[in-house]
């Protein structure tokens, strides 16, 4: 059983910065692709960033050059580190890997239980 628990979440002023981090365990053989995305009540999931296991990133251009996100492979975790944040950052953030249990099994997603973030004064 593969899991993906995020922390760091909280409540924060316009302006302020949060990490957040997302740490995989259980039976993993590899992790490809990891990524956060966010969601609002009411809007579809969006995605914010993602990075391969070589340290590529992507980001949404909503969070370009306000958000960074990194990797540390040994820890099997990704990290998301948000500045400048602002009031439309708000949203339940959510973990997803592309993780593989078994050399013998094909890779497949999984999700955080995700970690809300509230940007207001």
């Known amino acids: 059983q593969v899991q993906l628990v995020e922390s760091g979440g909280g409540l924060v002023q316009p302006g302020g910065s949060l990490r957040l981090s997302c740490a995989a365990s259980?039976?993993?053989?590899?992790?490809?692709?990891m990524a956060w995305y966010r969601q609002v009540p009411g809007k579809q999931r969006e995605l914010v960033a993602t990075?391969?296991?070589?340290?590529?990133?992507n980001y949404a251009d909503s969070v370009k050059g306000r958000f960074t996100i990194s990797r540390d492979n040994a820890k099997k975790t990704v990290y998301l580190q948000m500045y400048s944040l602002k009031p439309e950052d708000t949203a339940v953030y959510y973990c997803n890997g592309v993780i593989k249990r078994a050399p013998w099994v094909d890779y497949a997603n999984y999700w955080g239980q995700g970690t809300q973030v509230t940007v207001s004064s």
């Open positions: 259980g039976s993993i053989s590899s992790i490809n692709d």
């Open positions: 990075i391969t296991v070589g340290g590529g990133v």
